[in-house]
């Protein structure tokens, strides 16, 4: 298993069990190797300190990501994830259209995103055994890599007008962009480049023709992107993140 988040009948799903390969590649890049460094350096037999530190790394990792109050913390949070991307609809500046009374809205991936990874990371640092995990950067890794398999879980369900996925009472995603830049991360930030595109749910039916009218109105949006300055890029996200 090498998803550490699965997506089904709806709903994100973590069981504390987490496979050992996106560690593996952290720990080859800057970040991951300066935390075997500190790790080895705590430790006897210099010639075997950083494979026993990389050894340690995981086995302290593993304890904690299984855990029952942190796999219940975090799936709480994971099953937030929708309202929070549904409340993300109502900000101010976002790209929309109305399709028969029904607004359409794009949600960058990076507001949904880093809204979910501030409040997963908050909650965590008040679970001892994951708190007990004596590295920040260690602890980054974890949160981050858990935003990455859930969001990867959620573009694989491809979310459309014919199969939407429900986010609460009030709207669903309709539809996911993975490769529209918003934004030049920072250093060893995720890009989480792309967007969401949900729609409002009313009295009205959502019927054959209006899930036809929705995905034209998806691929007018679509069109129109390109053209929006990087300035032009920023000034949303920064709007919309008033309501994040």
Do not use: C
Not at 115 to 120: F, K, L, Q, S, V
Not at 183 to 191: S, V
């Amino acid at each position: 298993m090498n998803a550490w988040v699965r997506f089904r009948d709806g709903r994100a799903r973590y069981t504390g069990r987490i496979s050992r390969a996106p560690l593996g590649s952290w720990l080859a890049s800057p970040g991951g190797r300066a935390t075997v460094d500190e790790a080895a350096s705590r430790l006897r037999f210099g010639f075997l300190a950083r494979s026993r530190a990389a050894r340690g790394l995981w086995r302290r990792l593993a304890a904690a990501a299984r855990d029952p109050g942190v796999i219940a913390t975090i799936q709480s949070e994971l099953d937030a994830y929708p309202g929070r991307l549904q409340e993300l609809a109502y900000a101010d500046g976002l790209p929309r259209v109305s399709v028969d009374l029904h607004r359409i809205v794009l949600v960058p991936r990076v507001l949904i995103n880093g809204a979910a990874y501030g409040a997963i990371a908050r909650r965590l640092r008040s679970e001892p055994a994951f708190a007990s995990l004596d590295s920040d950067a260690l602890r980054g890794f974890f949160v981050a890599t858990l935003i990455q398999h859930l969001d990867e879980a959620i573009a694989a369900a491809t979310p459309s007008p014919k199969h939407p996925i429900a986010l609460g009472k009030e709207w669903t995603s309709v539809g996911l962009d993975g490769g529209f830049v918003w934004r030049l991360p920072l250093l060893d930030e995720p890009p989480w480049d792309g967007h969401h595109y949900v729609m409002e749910l009313t009295r009205d039916p959502v019927t054959r023709a209006v899930r036809k009218a929705v995905v034209d109105a998806v691929a007018r949006i679509d069109a129109s992107l390109p053209s929006l300055s990087r300035l032009a890029r920023t000034e949303i996200l920064r709007r919309a993140l008033r309501r994040a």
